[in-house]
């Protein structure tokens, strides 16, 4: 039992903080991943974001921000943001990360396409 708790103690501090650290590349996210969200789209104190279905069982709120390199696409054609209006089924293109605040944000939006504009009800 003993000679176990030294093996387990052995290796638990190798990890300790004097060790090399390891190729931080290894550890970042695939930069050509897209993960694709669909929704419908409102906008809420100023605040982006879709509505997601998740199984016919509940909806989900996620907002994003449109940067400079967003694409926004609309019959398309690439148009502002400006007119994508309120209702409008999206299909968001992100890099597949979310930040844990509250509502969760899509990060880094590279796309977003109107799928279904809400004057076509």
Request: hydrophobic share 35%; aromatic share 10%.
């Amino acid at each position: 039992m003993a000679n176990m708790l030294f093996a387990a103690l052995s290796l638990v501090s190798s990890f300790g903080k004097d060790s090399a650290p390891s190729d931080i590349k290894s550890l970042e996210i695939q930069k050509n991943n897209e993960y694709i969200l669909s929704g419908t789209y409102s906008n809420i104190n100023n605040m982006s974001g879709i509505s997601v279905t998740n199984t016919n069982t509940e909806d989900y709120f996620y907002n994003f921000e449109v940067a400079p390199y967003t694409k926004v696409v609309k019959n398309g054609n690439e148009v502002s943001f400006d007119s994508v209006k309120e209702g409008d089924r999206l299909r968001v293109t992100y890099d597949g990360s979310i930040s844990l605040v509250f509502p969760p944000k899509l990060d880094n939006v590279t796309r977003i396409e109107v799928i279904e504009d809400n004057e076509q009800k």
